[in-house]
């Protein structure tokens, strides 16, 4: 997916510049222990040729010749976050089935400590696309809500994991395996941890307490409303933040970078990505880094600077949707 246009971004006027880039050891790093808890699914391709229409009904028939599978939504944050060189940890519900095995074999490459709930009713969620010439035939979902039970094995496994980790991810792509989030960020709270979450749908108040938030416009906009200027979105966030209690809200702005609304006041940071290839999964790099940045020790305002530089050159990647230590840093 290019996107040329995204090359002259706007930027909104603000009040401050995000601090430069301060660089931290790897082993400072490697200290960070992340803790990401949500929703798991696994990003499947199928590739093949096609030469000739079905004779069941008007539809091309796929010869399928190749299959490649990605980690996708938390799996791919944890992911992140281990790229990074921190500790990751992933609590999640998936099903017994392939499509799980194969989530636990690709954590496993990537250095994430599984913590995996069985549900052996559940389809591990699974988004299936069926591709012929690179082009996108047809796209095939597997999932449904986890059952209670193993949710609730989740929530006794996370009370179990808290102490040994410094911060708590919770990445929501509302399947269901967030369902008892309020209750994990009041307990990670009181623990001392720093939650982030990085949001989905309208009903925030089940992230009442967390310490940052990291939508972007649109997710935004589905719970204040549409802004007109960004005095009237600084009002907006103000409130939500008070009448929530979240310490810090992070709004990704695609091409126009971030801002970062907190009690220190507005920071902006224009995007830095010189050339955008593939901007899917870049929300989760940003809330990755962000975790990581604070595991190690950093402020929230160094945090922001260096997923800011995560995001720039993962947008300038095609299919691998991580950066390392190294390219973060070089
Ligand atoms: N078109 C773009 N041009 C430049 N930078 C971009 C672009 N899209 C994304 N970015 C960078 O990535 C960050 C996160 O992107 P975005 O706000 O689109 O998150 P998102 O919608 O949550 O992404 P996703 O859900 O696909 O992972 C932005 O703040 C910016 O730094
Ligand atoms: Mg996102």
Redesign the pocket.
Known sequence: MS?T???Q?QQPDHTALAPDVRVVSREQFGQARVLVVGDVMLDRYWFGDVNRISPEAPVPVVHVQRQEDRLGGAANVARNAAALGAQAGLLCVVGHDEPGERIVALLGESHVHAHLERDPALPTTIKLRVLSRQQQLLRVDFENTPAHEALLAGLARFDALLPTHDVILMSDYAKGGLTHVTQMISKARAAGKAVLV?PKGDDWERYRGASVI??????LREVVGNWKSEEDLLARVTKLRTDLQIDALLL???????TLFSGDGVLH?P???RE?YD????????IATLSVALGAGLSLQEGVALA?RA??I??GKLGTATVDYDELFQ
């Open positions: 996107n246009q995204a090359m971004p990085d990291t939508p972007n416009r649109a997710e990704t702005r695609s091409e126009e970078g971030m940071t995007t830095v990505a955008v901007v899917s999964g870049a929300g989760d790099t940003v800011n995001a720039g993962v947008v």
